[in-house]
């Protein structure tokens, strides 16, 4: 039996998540007799304490797939301290169950998923000081889209591509070739400048509803002034 273990590491609270998303899309891809699968919510670990139960099921982990937003080009904070905690029950603990294969899903704001590179080389020094087997990345350009237009006809070239590669992830999982595998690149089928003109329209809402105006967003409160 495969024990798959799968992190979601969006911050969010009380909204629904792309990471959320796509682990469930994920999973359904690897739906066999002989798996036994843990969902992990990084913020709901933390909150509720129950993190060494787990790092425990993590330790045991044949396989984990870690999705989380790109935070600051990098990984959100509260993903970055799960792992940091996680890294130091591992080293006294001292004995895992066997070096897992570990994947990366990542989704950030910007239509180039090529920018998703910096965090998915964290995931692989952190991959290295466990001894885990990072295998890939799924690198998500535009990812913020994915809830709201999931069924837009224009998504559906994009949902196929994530299927494909949620499909080879599961194939991977029953490879026992340990030669590296190259990371997938995922645009949205969406005009690079309406994609521009309705992110900025986001923002201009958004700073409505928190009482500010349009030209706040354009502020530069940590320039000095002489």
Known sequence: MKNIVFISGSPKINEKSVSEFLIQMAKRHMETEDAHKTFIDVRQSISKRKTLDDFEALSQADAVIIAFPLYVFCLPGILMR?????YQFFTEKGKVNSPAKVYAIVNCGFPEPEIN???VRVIR???RHINADFRFG???GGGGM???AKDAPFMKKTLGKLDNAFSAIAKDLQN???AGTDEIYIRMNFPKRLYFFMGNRGWFSAARKNGLKKKDLYRKPYLLHE
């Open 138 to 140: 799924v690198l998500i």
């Open 82 to 86: 799960f792992l940091e905690d996680y």
């Open 125 to 127: 020094s952190f991959c």
């Open 117 to 119: 590179r910096e965090a």
């Open 176 to 178: 026992k070739d340990k």
């Open 146 to 148: 994915i809830l709201g």
